[in-house]
């Protein structure tokens, strides 16, 4: 046992979990997942489980109630113990109830028809009496916030109201310990602030002891009580989030796990040193205004300047749109547009989207979209953000002809999308799914990618060279002759993108891509997507990371209901807090900071990156300059 192993396994009374040199490796394959792993997790620990992307995080967490090796197979040695019972007698139901398990993929753990029924599914099996039954449903939807939909089909949720229900279910199972595999990926900021405080609550209230994997850091270092870093299948690093956060900055980084902003910003403000400082947004948002009392004067010509870029992009709709904004055409912007739009002539001089009045409603006559109206230019980066059920997929789906609008029209270059074949249209606009799962068909990641080149008619040995391209793009070399339903679910994404990418289309829609990543694998994709971009490729990007829309995107429409609410630039639109607290969008950490800041007098331009701040504060703070 190594030294770290060591230390990872001292722990105080009867562990709730113990693991005992665990070491697995997968069916048909030499490569060990898990190697020698030693662990002791006391009852009530509050535990935070990072690692890049096919680390292990998955398996692991799957041994604790047999799935591994009962239901994959596998070669399996070690022990895992729960409360001092070693589980290799136990059956997978009985375990079932004991360790309650939110799965990556809210998909593979719905089955029931409705949303009520599914959440009183594990309740019932443990024969509990009727009222209680229905009162842990009751207290688990109103937690989750699907008191609305509890007789809703689950086939017919959104991505994140799905996710609701995988947590809702386990919340009223009750569970001494619950394991949460990225519980809140495809939450809206504020349904993952509730899901994050609902933990919290657990944990403190009830002693429940949990394992959240997670690869975005923002939200939960501050909440657990311990970190455990895995890499290639073992433990690296273990112990208090923060401690690991400043101490191993550069070993996270290098494996693709970015610290969070807060932690950020307070090492660039040399508060990590100052140990009588606690790191909290107010003590972050307090150093700042302390060294920012400067007269406002010196900041009229930098947001001149930012205004000037911001401005570049027109602002289309109809809906609520920011009438400060003056609309000229930056040189930056109005470059990529001339490029793009010699690649593609436009009828009439129309925009390359145009979306005229569309409304999308269902059989029973309910609305999903309701009198859209936007513009999007050739080369334009746009994030598309609402809360969970807002209707971005429903849009999206209108988007590539996969939908009906009910009313209205879509213009592609302007030519309505109904006068396009299936064909043209899969040519002209790349759609990646929410669920890489649902657009995975091949039985080999080369294969995967190679289909779509296949139907476009390019020659064999250019296809080849484009799938590697691909494939080493997305870092998947090594995976090409592996069947994709082996892969992570961090690979699968980046499979699904990688097929996308290959077709290099006019217009990419990308639903939800970065799930499942980690931060490392996230920024490659996002510039290979920002070089498309240059040679005139439009990109929409529905995501509820708002640190990447400030990082990438120069647009934001905001949805809710249905509807658009907001549409501008995007420092702009992450101002305007009021109207985004409606449609369960929390603004990145810098924007707040910002707001927060000029809310005191202090008139900072807006700033969406550390690095914008970084040089602000070069600018600005003499004292801050080494
Ligand atoms: N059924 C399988 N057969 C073979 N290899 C597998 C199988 N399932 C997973 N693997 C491999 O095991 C490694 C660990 O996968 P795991 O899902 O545990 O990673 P992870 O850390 O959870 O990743 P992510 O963050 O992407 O979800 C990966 O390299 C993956 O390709
Ligand atoms: N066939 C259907 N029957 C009933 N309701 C549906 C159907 N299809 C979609 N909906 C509802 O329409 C709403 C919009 O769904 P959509 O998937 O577009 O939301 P979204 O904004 O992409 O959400 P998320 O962020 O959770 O992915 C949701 O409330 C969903 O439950």
Redesign the pocket.
Known sequence: MDSLSEKVSVGLGTAHIKLENLTYSYPHSDSQVLSDVNLELKKGEFVLLVGPSGCGKSTLVRCFNRLIPEISGGSFSGHVLLQGKDLKNEKIRKLALEVGMVFQNPETQLFCMTVAEDISFGPENLGLPRAEILSRVEKALKAVRLEK?SN??I?????????RTAIGGNLAMEPEILVLDEPTS???PTGTQEVLELLKRLNEEKQTTLILIEHKLDSVFEIADRMLVMDKGRFIFDGKPFEILCREEETLKRLGIHPPQLTEIAHLLGMDSEASIALSYENVLNRLAKLLQIPASQFESQIEQKHETFSSIEISSSVETFSSIEISSSVEISSFIETSSSILPSEENLPFVRIENLSYR?E?G?E?LKDINLDIKSGEFLALL????????????NLIGFCRPSGGRILLNGKDIERYSTAQLSKKVGYLF?NPDSQIFMDSVFKEVRFGLENMGIPKKEIEKLVNESLETMELSAYKNRHPHSLSRGQRQRLAVASILALEPDLLVL??PTTGQDRGHILKFLDKIKELKKLGKTVIL?T?DMELVAEYAERIVV?KQ?RVLLDGPTAKVFLSTDKLNEAGIIPPLLSRLCFDLQKQGINVPPILTVSELKSFLRDHCPELRD
Do not use: C, P, R
């Not at 086939?155 to 996710?163: A, V």
């Not at 609402?386 to 789906?397: E, I, P, R, S, V």
């Open positions: 939909l809703h089909f086939f017919t949720l959104s991505g994140g109201e799905k996710q495809d939450l809206d269902l029973d309910s999903i609402g809360h969970n059920g807002a209707g971005k997929t429903t849009l999206a789906g929410q639903d939800e529905i509820h949805m249905g």
